[in-house]
């Protein structure tokens, strides 16, 4: 046996070697192969790097043709071959984009200009066959590709002429731009440099591969011509030497580790054999034998072996008292089948561990559940059955529990052996041994995976309907932001248009009603926001002091006409004693007074509209105002009351007359509800509804009333004042066009940037006392040149201007550095008060009121006058009247000036200071509107 042992350690020995050796092997063999994938590596860095130096050097030729391509000037160049024109342009982009020659054709090919800034001659015409120039717009817009010529190789890019209106290039092209530049050598020895390789140009050939062996990358690719077909080849060969020194190196290395295994292994031998082998002989034949004997002398000795020894002396001494506890055990195994049987048919899981957590015991019912059987899960801890579901901290909690000896129970998500997520209600508890030690941990688990689902698929389904409540929030926002940049431009031009003395009376009023138009469009794209802005939670109150009365009689003011024009009744009712100044927000008060009113009209025609208002205390809080819109119109069907508040819903009757956006009543009713009220409905159909209206409010002492400013138009800068330089910063340009004009007109200096960083440029070069800011802007934003502009110390006013209309577009261009701001679209007055308030400017004003108001002298019209007009005429004009049909009424009135201008001066004035009921007396007094 002694042998037989020796002949083993010296056969493991013998394989210990071969295995290093071996591996030494290996591991040369892996450098090998790490250093050639490194070279490859850098096989492909470099010809990547190649790549991105060609493509950089034709990006600014293919940037000067794009440019120049989507000019109008170009355009007009077509038809006119202005020479100065192309001199200034062409010519000077040539240096500018580092380009050799320009070729412009007409759509039918047709040379109509050609420069060059070469000495040589040769290239008046594209170095292309005329045949060819069809076939390179027909898949594209734009084309590259190279040539040769009679002195080199020629890059040529080319692009299809259009307007700058024609943004996506659909129409057809206007003609066709293209430019070149000549590979000289001076061209391709500066690419050489810019790629550290030698580069040259020759016959088309097979790329080349790497050359390891002279540490040398060597490769290429063919430049193609106007076909798609190879016109030469560009050879690059790059040197490497560091791949040597690795592969000396590397070798070195390998030396290294060969003999220091070899010394390594002759020591472990030396020692193996004198501590191992020895002791292991001697336990084997005291083990033969069954005799402590052999053993008696390593007994002795400190190291392992001799434990050894000393364990098999132990062992035969107690191998006869372990044959009388056999039988002892037999008698407690047969107590322990009962619970075993118990266990094994429970329904519930039972899974025992030690208090390490290993897993000693698992029932069937572990099995049925999770997938693991008895001997997968045994010797494995819990965690084969972790999901990753709970945080870490929540199995440092249950352990904490646990090790201070008590019980654990929880709901704990686990995945079975095929990956299926689980739910299991579990309670552990410890076992405690006689001395009341813990020694096992015991966990009964129920599987609750139904219910939990049920549970979650509620929860999607709450997360998934509010996450389309954000997402439709989200594009009515963006929708509205989108909206209000046009119109800024659409207001801004109507109102510069209408400053102009020269208008004519007709074309006075189409601005007037361009105008009232957008305004109109305003206000549903303002519901729109407000509901975006409620739905996104960005409402707050904003309560202050104010005059309840006032605001009533504003209210009956403005409705009055309304209601005379639709010969309706309509009054205003306070009963009780309805205090006068009250806090709260006066804003969101009025828009819902007047959204139910507005409704109420819309929806009458015959009868009348009541408002009552009533206070009441709301027990110590405050006050409780109360108001009821009762109108006698056309009523709402019962099946449609319980989709009256909801969003874009309209009932039978607002289709009918097809107004509204079905907004209105579901703003209002989240207002109210934000004011501590609500509103309800009733309503019977074809006699009329009453919506009733309530909101907490404080009362309030009363206030020290501002009086209004008349609005005046600014006519120009009060002379003797200092020089203003305004910088408009907008990236579209009609808006950029619009702020100009609105200050230029008045006299300040003003000059335009289209982003950030052309701003920054025009403020360090010309040093503006006042920037108007858009916010969102491509290259850099408003909110970043801002803050660039406050880092850099510049005493210069900052207006923001952008057309997202959200309180937290405020607070971040306030925190950005801006001076004030102002929202799109504006009104002139807004905006000349804004810059008088930054800059401190004086006006001179013009003796008449705002844009499209009537001056403060007007022609007088009598009843006399009245009656000259035919009858026909006279009862269209009442008829628009009553109906406030304001475009007809204007109309009719332009018939009238050529028969009487005086008289259509008059009735011109009346209509457009809205003073219908006077046009109804003087016409209804002389003339039957029948």
Not at 308 to 327: C, K, M, P, T
Not at 442 to 461: F, G, N, S
């Amino acid at each position: 046996m002694r042998l037989k042992v020796q002949t083993k350690m010296t056969l493991l020995i013998s394989l210990v070697i071969s295995a290093i050796l071996a591996g030494l092997v290996s591991m040369r063999a892996v450098q090998a192969k790490r250093e050639s994938i490194l070279f490859l590596n850098e096989v492909e860095v470099s010809k990547r790097y190649f790549e991105q130096i060609l493509k950089q050097n034709s990006a600014s030729l293919t940037a000067f043709v794009n440019d120049y391509s989507f000019w109008d000037d170009m355009a007009r160049f077509l038809k006119t071959r202005d020479a100065e024109w192309a001199a200034d342009n062409i010519v000077t982009g040539l240096s500018t984009f580092k380009a050799n020659a320009a070729w412009v054709y007409k759509p039918d090919y047709t040379l109509v200009y050609s420069t060059s800034n070469l000495s040589a001659d040769g290239f008046t015409k594209l170095p292309v066959p005329k045949e060819a120039q069809s076939l390179l717009f027909r898949k594209t817009r734009q084309c590259l590709f190279f040539a040769m010529t009679p002195h080199g190789l020629m890059l040529i890019s080319g692009m299809t002429i259009h307007p700058t209106a024609d943004s996506e290039r659909k129409t057809p092209p206007l003609g066709y731009f293209f430019s070149g530049r000549l590979w000289s050598k001076e061209f391709v020895s500066q690419l050489s440099r810019l790629t550290e390789s030698e580069l040259s140009l020759g016959p088309i050939q097979p790329e080349d591969t790497p050359e390891k062996r002279t540490n040398m990358i060597s490769f290429g690719r063919p430049l193609t011509g106007w076909n798609g077909r190879p016109v030469t080849y560009i050879h690059a060969r790059r040197e490497h030497p560091i791949f040597g020194m690795l592969d000396r190196a590397a070798r070195r290395q390998f030396a290294l580790y060969f003999i220091s295994s070899f010394a390594l292994l002759a020591l472990f031998y030396f020692f193996f054999v004198r501590w191992v082998s020895r002791p292991l002989g001697a336990i084997s034949r005291s083990l033969d034998a069954e005799s402590t004997a052999p053993v008696l002398a390593l007994s002795r000795d400190m190291t392992e072996f001799g434990h050894i020894a000393q364990l098999i002396s132990r062992f035969f001494s107690q191998r006869e008292e372990l044959v009388n506890e056999i039988g002892e055990r037999k008698r407690a195994e047969q107590e322990l089948r009962k619970l075993w049987r118990a266990v094994e048919q429970s329904p519930t899981t039972v899974v025992i561990t030690d208090t390490r957590g290993v897993i000693e015991y698992v029932n069937p019912a572990f099995t049925r559940v999770t997938g693991y059987g008895m001997k997968e899960a045994i010797g494995q801890t819990p965690r084969i059955l972790k999901s990753d579901a709970h945080p870490p901290g929540f199995y440092q909690a249950m352990w904490a529990t646990l090790t201070e000896g008590g019980v654990w129970h929880g709901e704990v998500c686990n995945r079975k052996k095929s990956g299926e997520v689980y739910w299991e209600y579990t309670e552990i508890a410890p076992v405690r041994n006689a001395q009341g030690n813990v020694t096992h941990y015991v966990a009964i688990k129920e599987d609750v995976t139904e219910r939990k689902r049920a549970a979650e698929e509620l929860r999607q389904a709450k997360e998934a309907a509010d996450a389309a409540n954000r997402a439709k929030s989200l594009f009515l926002a963006n929708m509205s932001h989108e909206i209000r940049t046009p119109m800024n431009a659409i207001l801004g031009f109507s109102q510069l248009m209408q400053r102009d003395p020269s208008l004519t009376p007709p074309q006075r009023q189409h601005l007037t009603a361009i105008n009232r138009s957008g305004e109109h469009l305003m206000e549903l794209i303002s519901d729109i926001l407000e509901m975006s802005k409620i739905e996104a939670g960005r409402v707050t109150l904003n309560p202050a002091p104010f005059d309840l009365h006032g605001l009533l009689r504003d209210l009956e003011m403005m409705f009055r006409l309304r209601a005379e024009a639709k010969r309706l009744r309509f009054s205003v009712e306070r009963i009780g004693q309805v205090p006068r100044h009250v806090v709260g927000d006066e804003n969101k008060l009025r828009q819902v007074f007047i959204n139910l009113l507005g409704n109420a009209f819309k929806f009458t025609e015959q009868g009348g509209v009541t408002l009552r208002v009533w206070p009441e205390a709301d027990g110590g809080r405050g006050l409780r105002l109360w108001a009821d819109v009762e109108d006698t119109g056309l009523g709402i069907a019962p099946e449609e009351m319980g989709r009256l508040f909801h969003y874009f819903e309209q009932a039978q009757a607002g289709r009918k007359v097809a107004a509204g956006t079905g907004l209105g009543l579901a703003i209002s009713r989240e207002f109210a509800r934000m004011m501590g009220g609500d509103i309800t409905a009733s309503s019977r159909e074809g006699q009329g509804s009453v919506f009733r209206f309530h909101a907490t409010l404080q009362e309030a002492d009363a206030p020290a009333e501002a009086g209004k400013m008349p609005v005046r138009r600014v006519r120009r800068l009060r002379p003797g004042q200092a020089h203003y330089r305004v910088l408009v910063v907008e990236d579209e340009e009609d808006n950029g066009r619009v702020l100009a004009r609105f200050l230029g007109q008045v006299g300040f200096d003003v000059r335009k940037a289209a982003n950030g960083k052309e701003a920054l440029e025009e403020i360090e070069k010309w040093s503006p006392q006042l920037v108007l800011m858009d916010l969102a802007m491509p290259v850099m934003s408003g909110y970043d040149a801002i803050r660039r502009i406050r880092a850099e110390g510049k005493r210069v006013k900052i207006l923001a201007i952008t057309a997202r209309a959200f309180d937290e577009s405020r607070r971040d261009a306030f925190e950005a550095g801006a001076d004030d701001f102002i929202t799109k679209p504006f009104r002139e007055e807004e905006l000349y008060e804004m810059v008088q308030r930054l800059l401190g400017v004086e006006y001179d004003y013009a003796e008449s009121a705002a844009p499209g108001s009537l001056p403060e002298k007007r022609e007088e019209v009598t009843p006399e006058d009245a009656a000259s007009l035919p009858a026909a005429l006279a009862a269209e004009i009442l008829e628009a009247t009553v109906k406030g049909d304001f475009d007809r009424v204007m109309d009719r009135i332009q018939q009238v000036e050529a028969g009487d201008a005086r008289l259509a001066a008059g009735l011109r004035d009346l209509a457009e200071q809205f003073d219908f009921q006077r046009l109804i007396e003087l016409l209804s007094k002389e003339k039957s509107p029948c």
